[in-house]
């Protein structure tokens, strides 16, 4: 069972050898207790920050019950980072560059996180992979969304990867993330039709649409309720 604010149950070692495709994973096996409500939220954004401002937009109603309380970005200069800075919220920028190597820069970015003592990692849009430091250290409270039905259409280009395949129905996924690429286990998927004419861009658009209200929904859920990752990669919310 997982919900922020609790401690990690099992280790690699406890379980047994059907478990073992999962248990590389460090996303698992973490029980959390409640959150003493507001959740507290780090979100990670690279690019525009729709689902930032959606989460934002959700947050503002106590009712919610989580709060962004600070935006990480892999880049200065983007939109998302703006709405954050709007919106009055504390945030940095880490870019993977101005560091000796990707290890260095993951711990880098897991101490930043940490500073903000998330009960939930949000990973909006943020185009970067996540290392074995930060996934030790997050992993099971980190989630992310996919403009594709994974495991279909991995990668930084999910719609158009659909669209060139030719592909009549695509969606939106939102994943605990996990060590690969877009890899987890699956909190919600949701369908959206490929229509004729579509082109990468309108076929995004109507993807984002769905994907951010599919976010907004499950992110407040498991800030309300809590959520358990499964050994078998199922993961639910009471
Ligand atoms: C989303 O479709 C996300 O899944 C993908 O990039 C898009 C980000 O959009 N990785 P935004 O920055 O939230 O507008």
């Known amino acids: 069972m997982i919900r922020p604010g609790g401690r990690a149950i099992g280790t690699k070692a406890e379980h047994s050898r059907k478990d073992a495709a999962v248990v590389a994973s460090p996303v698992l096996f973490r029980q959390l207790s409640p959150p003493s409500p507001p959740a507290r939220i780090v979100a990670l954004v690279s690019g525009s920050g729709t689902n930032l401002q959606a989460l934002l937009d959700a947050c503002a109603d106590p009712a919610y019950g ?23 919220l504390p945030t940095f920028v880490l870019r993977v560059a101005d560091f000796p190597d990707r290890a260095a820069w993951d711990r880098a970015l897991r101490d930043e996180v940490a500073g903000y003592r998330p009960d939930l990692v949000v990973s909006a849009g943020y185009m970067k992979l996540l290392g074995q430091d930060f996934l030790e250290a997050f992993g099971g409270r980190t989630v992310n969304t996919h403009p594709a039905l994974l495991p279909s259409f991995p990668g930084m280009h999910g719609a158009r990867d659909a669209l060139a395949y ?52 499950h992110v407040g859920r498991m800030a309300r309720e809590g959520w358990t990752i499964h050994t078998d990669r199922k993961v639910t919310i009471p």
């Open 66 to 88: 989580a709060a962004v309380v600070a935006v990480g970005a892999d880049r200065p200069g983007i939109l998302a980072l703006k709405r954050a800075e709007d919106a009055g």
């Open 166 to 217: 030719g592909v009549k129905i695509t969606g939106c996924t939102l994943f605990a993330v996990a060590a690969g690429v877009d890899d987890g286990p699956i909190i919600a998927q949701e369908a959206v039709p490929v229509l004729e004419g579509d082109d990468e861009d309108t076929l995004h658009e109507r993807i984002k649409n769905v994907e951010r209200r599919m976010l907004v929904h």
